[in-house]
């Protein structure tokens, strides 16, 4: 199992720099996390991610689909996410509500044992954490739903 963390920023590059944080802590084993991507939200409302995986190691087709189904997911298909008990409703919401125009946010996906940490760090440069559990049947759900 694992979980997923969402950190919320005011501004468009500091997800981005939360990430390099994260990467740097882990180098020097302070943290660890199992995968990550950032998520822009332009001022126009359009949404950019940016897959970092690769940067961790390379995890192929896997990964890019289970962060498919998650940004899907979370972003723009809410609705169909609710439908398949993928996520709670709350979660999303709070997403939804959190990331504004000209904001960005930093998903990392984290074993339980190692979120405390990660949430601790995150605090330290965004006012919203949000996260919820991503068992293994969720992800295998949200990996079929980005193939769909």
Same mark, same amino acid.
């Given at each position: ?23 740097? %802590? ?21 949404? %950019? ?9 390379? @995890?192929?087709?896997? !990964? ?8 899907? !997911?979370?972003?723009?298909? %809410? ?6 008990? @993928? ?7 709070? @997403? ?26 995150? !605090? ?25």
């Amino acid at each position: 199992m694992s979980e997923l963390i969402v950190a919320v920023f005011d501004q468009k590059l500091a997800a981005d720099q939360a990430l390099l944080d994260l990467l740097g %802590r882990e180098q020097s084993h302070l943290t660890d996390f199992e995968d990550a991507v950032v998520v822009v939200k332009n001022a126009d409302g359009k949404i %950019r991610v940016k897959a970092y995986h690769d940067l961790l190691e390379p @995890v192929g087709e896997l !990964s890019n689909d289970l962060w498919g189904g998650i940004v899907s !997911s979370v972003v723009f298909h %809410r609705s169909l996410a609710i439908a398949h008990e @993928v996520f709670n409703p709350d979660f999303l919401n709070q @997403v939804e509500d959190a990331l504004q125009p000209g904001s960005s946010a930093l998903l990392v996906l984290v074993h339980p044992e190692a979120s405390a940490r990660i949430v601790e760090e995150l !605090s330290e440069l965004s006012s919203v954490i949000i996260k919820t559990p991503l068992p293994e049947a969720k992800r295998k759900s949200l990996k079929s739903l980005s193939a769909s």
